[in-house]
């Protein structure tokens, strides 16, 4: 009897060491399945992480591939621009280069051919157009100017024309200067030697250029509507004439013949 109980005994102890055994292999595998999923999760999170900062490595990337190529474009640009203007300066500059030698050239022709024309007191000139003579020179009185309505000197002689009538060159000569002013409006100045220059204005369709040679009699142009300096006197021709830049009386030269 004394046997059997303490074999009951160590019955129950085995079980419950047995059980507890059970329980703590339970807990083991609860804890080692709760520490997976733990794991895995923290796994999948990293990934995610890691997926989300490879992608956002890549946009910053192609972001900055973006803004490299934008402003490639825009140095680009910058340089083309800046190229075209270096050569557009260039080309004026090579312009105004050659302009300045045409006109040094054609400054230089016409000082050697006026060094070699002769125009003195005894020369005449020809009729640049036939007309009656409207204003006469005279700087020493004033005279009427009709327009005007007042008395002034008069540095030169307004010959009546017609509309369009051809112009002539009234003495051979070289052209200096072609311009136009409010007055005389279009007109012509030529070198004729001796100090010698005359002047023609009133002037439409110049068929000159600055240096060129002109003969006597030679169509240096056409007569123009008056300005209004010269309204009611009509389509006319204004003639200076002047002596190392001092006015003189064309008609004292014009051939009357």
Not at 85 to 103: A, D, R, Y
Not at 152 to 166: R, S, Y
Request: charged share 25%; glycine share 6%; with cysteine.
């Amino acid at each position: 009897m004394g046997k059997t109980s303490n074999e009951v005994i160590n019955v129950k102890k085995l079980i419950n060491q047995k059980g507890f055994l059970v329980v703590l292999l339970l807990a083991l595998t609860t804890v080692t399945v709760i520490v997976g999923v733990l794991s895995f999760n923290n796994n999948d999170n990293s990934d995610l992480v890691d997926l989300n900062e490879t992608t956002q490595a890549q946009v910053d990337a192609a972001n900055n591939n973006v803004a490299k190529n934008n402003e490639t474009t825009q140095n680009e640009t910058i340089q083309n621009e800046t190229t075209k203007q270096e050569e557009s300066t260039t080309t004026e500059k090579l312009v105004s280069s050659n302009e300045i030698t045409k006109n040094t050239e054609t400054e230089k022709a016409a000082e050697v051919a006026a060094s070699v024309m002769k125009f003195t007191k005894d020369s005449t000139l020809v009729w640049p157009v036939e007309g009656q003579v409207l204003l006469e020179y005279n700087m020493d009185n004033t005279i009427y100017f009709p327009t005007l309505n007042e008395y002034k000197c008069n540095p030169a002689v307004v010959i009546q024309a017609d509309k369009g009538m051809e112009v002539k060159a009234a003495v051979a000569g070289i052209v200096k200067e072609i311009s136009a002013n409010e007055e005389i409006g279009n007109y012509v100045v030529m070198t004729i030697g001796d100090g010698y220059e005359i002047t023609y204005g009133q002037l439409n369709a110049i068929k000159l250029a600055v240096g060129q040679a002109v003969e006597e009699r030679e169509v240096i142009g056409t007569i123009a509507e008056p300005t209004k300096y010269y309204v009611t006197e009509g389509y006319n021709l204004y003639l200076n004439l002047t002596k190392d830049e001092k006015p003189i009386d064309p008609l004292d030269y014009l051939d009357y013949k």
